[in-house]
Structure formats: C-alpha cells, structure tokens
C-alpha cells in the first residue's frame, strides 16, 4: 500500500501547508513545529481564524495569501514577526487592522496587503487610481511608520515625512450601509411626494428606521397635495397679461396696432 504524501512541507525551520482547504490552523502544526518554526505558509486554504498561532512563539514570517480572512482578523502577539502578507483575503477595515499590527508586531517591516478591498488598487476595483493607493500608502506608513516595504514596492523617505504630515488625513471613510439604507428611503419618500405616486410613506416604513416621527421632507406642491395617498391637483386661472411691446408673440405687429 502507497504511504500518503504528507500535507506539510519542511525545509529547515520553514513549514508550508498549502492548498488543503483548512478553516483553520491544525493543532498539530503547532505541536509539531510551532517552537523552532520561523516561516510559516498558509496560502490557498479557506483559513477564517489565525488563532492556532499561538504556539509558534518564535514566528518571524508569516504568509497567508489566499484564503478568507476578514476583518475579525485577530493575531497573537509575534514580538518576532518581520514579515507578514495577506494577501487576496476578505480586509476592509484597513485602520483597524493597522492598529491591531502595531500592538502585536512590533517588529514588522514587511507587509503586503495586495488583493483585500482595504488596499485600493485596480487589482480589487478598476474604478481605483494610483492616487487612491497612495493615499492609502500614507495612511498605512503614518500608523506603521516602521515599515521599509509595503505591497510590492520599497518605502521609501518621502513617502515616510509625506506620511507623518499627511498621512492622518488620508483615511477614506465608507458610509455606513444604514446610513445608506435611510437615504435611499428618503429619497423614495421625495420622490412619491414630489410626483403624486402612491408608493411609499412614512407611515408605511419599519420603525426600526425611526421615521414615523420625521418631518415631511420639503416639496414645492401646495399643502393640500402633499399626502401621497390624497393627492388632488390644483388648477387656477392665470389674470396676468404682458402688455410690453417686446415679447416673442409682437416681433410681427406694429407699434400702431399696440
């Protein structure tokens, strides 16, 4: 009987388990490797938690690209750790991951983050530019100001003093999908009014949405006009009359027939 490959790749103190679909790290690569193992490759599987490296106390390495981590991301401390790359995960929250780097790697001078909606470049949306990557670049320097590599390029000086000057400002800032959701109502509301159309009012929004006590949204329509559900138009007869001598409808008559 053939003996079974085995999953795990041993070069030294470098340690692959790629590509076996794992939602989480093996207790026994922990066990088995986590005290002298100093790379470690987790790429290709479907890893959610990196809570099984604990026991890699003496970790300097770590690559985790493809696989399905997202912003719940939690890292033990690695006070080793130089070199980290997630790329092509499940990032959005770029400030919150940096935060919880800088606390638990202190050491890190590598990180790449290529791939994760959290780093804006046309690898995740061609609506992205290279002005929006540098922003995010200087964001990424000023609360990790230690690192000399990010993604694939160098750091280098200017990009650091560009960061400590700026880089607190360069924090995008995404609406909340709530907030989005209460626009789009109100905007549905406005519209309904505007037109007359009986399709959706205030009354008629879930609670939880905390409209029923919101005012009416403005409309130029007679008070009388404004309940969707009772709309009448409005007809009044025009008295006024132009009489000047330079309207549209008097270029063809003569001042003696004014």
């Not at 692959?16 to 690569?29: A, E, M, N, R, T």
Request: one cysteine or more.
């Amino acid at each position: 009987m053939a003996q079974r490959e085995s999953p795990v790749v041993l070069n030294g103190t470098q340690i692959s388990y790629i590509g076996q679909d794992s939602k989480d790290i093996p207790h026994f690569l922990g066990e088995t490797y986590g005290k002298f193992a100093r790379r470690l490759d987790l790429s290709f599987n479907q890893l959610r938690s990196l809570a099984g490296l604990k026991m890699f106390t003496e970790l300097e390495e770590l690559v985790v690209d493809n696989n399905l981590l997202g912003n719940d991301l939690q890292l033990p401390r690695l006070p080793k750790l130089h070199t980290l790359t997630l790329n092509k995960n499940q990032l959005t929250d770029i400030e919150a991951l940096l935060e919880h780097l800088a606390d638990v790697t202190p050491s890190l001078e590598y990180l790449s983050l290529l791939g994760n909606e959290a780093c804006p470049n046309q690898l995740v949306s061609l609506d992205k530019d290279d002005d929006d990557y540098q922003r995010y670049r200087y964001f990424v320097l000023y609360k990790l100001p230690q690192l000399k590599f990010l993604d694939s390029r160098k750091v280098t000086k200017k990009e650091l003093m560009e960061a400590q000057a700026r880089g607190a400002f360069m924090k995008v800032v995404k609406p909340k999908l709530e907030a989005i959701a209460l626009i789009s109502s109100e905007l549905v509301i406005d519209a309904s009014y505007l037109w007359g159309e009986k399709r959706v009012c205030p009354q008629q929004l879930p609670n939880e949405a905390g409209l029923e006590n919101r005012p009416l949204p403005y409309t130029p329509l007679p008070q009388g006009s404004r309940d969707a559900r009772n709309h009448k138009g409005v007809f009044a007869k025009c008295r006024y009359i132009y009489y000047g001598k330079h309207s549209e409808g008097n270029r063809f008559i003569r001042n003696d027939q004014l």
